[in-house]
């Protein structure tokens, strides 16, 4: 299974731009790079996900290097709401074909006003 | 749009007692469902997992057990409830194995 390391904490100021590191340096050539975030009491919440290319939503742009041994997650104008743990996760599959997501530890992102 | 609920968001329960904790997913078919335990300060464990119905996949043998009588309903059961059985109880539903996953707002168990 393909592990990943985040630092462990970070902080922002709002309206700056969060960047999030994760390093998989073990990444298989099919596995995704997926980012969820958990604000405490809650289930995660989906983010954003990739494969090689960099990736945009609504919600944040995900850079994955030409490597695929690291990437970042991109909060463009973190707002206090944006406080959450960050999980970087790569798609583990299971042997009957279901994905099964292997939660690290995470990055705690607090947003300071 | 998809929506996926669960129920009861907390539940206190004595050593020994059964369990039934149920998620139903709404604005889907034939999803992939998931039950995950999420232990105080640490990551989440899947548990079990569904391509169907009537199929039910285990990721780790334990005290619980999963259904899934109906396409888009998952519960999650035990007949007798361990002090090891607490944590947060994710259930959570894909489009396929390569979508990705949607998390229900959990369920927290104590058991006392």
């Known amino acids: 299974d393909a592990k990943t390391t985040q630092p462990p904490s970070m902080d922002c100021a709002e309206g700056r731009a969060a960047n999030l590191p994760c390093n998989h340096s073990t990444i298989s050539g099919n596995e995704y790079v997926y980012w969820y975030r958990q604000i405490h009491s809650q289930g995660p919440q989906y983010i954003i996900h990739?494969?090689?290319n960099n990736e945009t939503n609504e919600m944040a742009s995900l850079i994955i290097t030409e490597d695929r041994k690291s990437s970042t997650l991109i909060l463009p104008h973190a707002t206090l709401r944006d406080t959450a743990v960050y999980y970087c996760i790569v798609r583990v599959a299971t042997l009957q074909g279901a994905q099964k997501l292997v939660f690290g530890q995470g990055t705690r992102l607090t947003i300071n006003p | 749009s998809q929506t996926i609920h669960q129920w009861p968001a907390t539940l206190v329960q004595p050593v020994g007692s059964p369990l039934s904790l149920e998620c139903t997913v709404e604005?889907?078919?034939?999803?992939?469902l998931y039950w995950y335990r999420q232990a105080a300060g640490r990551g989440l464990q899947l548990l079990f997992y569904s391509v169907g119905i009537g199929q039910i996949s285990s990721e780790v043998p334990q005290n619980l057990s999963a259904s899934r009588p109906q396409d888009r309903q998952f519960i999650l059961s035990s007949k007798k409830l361990l002090l090891s059985d607490s944590g947060f109880y994710l259930c959570a539903w894909a489009w396929t194995v390569d979508q990705p996953q949607h998390f229900g707002d959990g369920t927290r168990l104590s058991i006392l």
């Open positions: 604005g889907t078919s034939n999803p992939n």
């Open positions: 990739g494969l090689k």
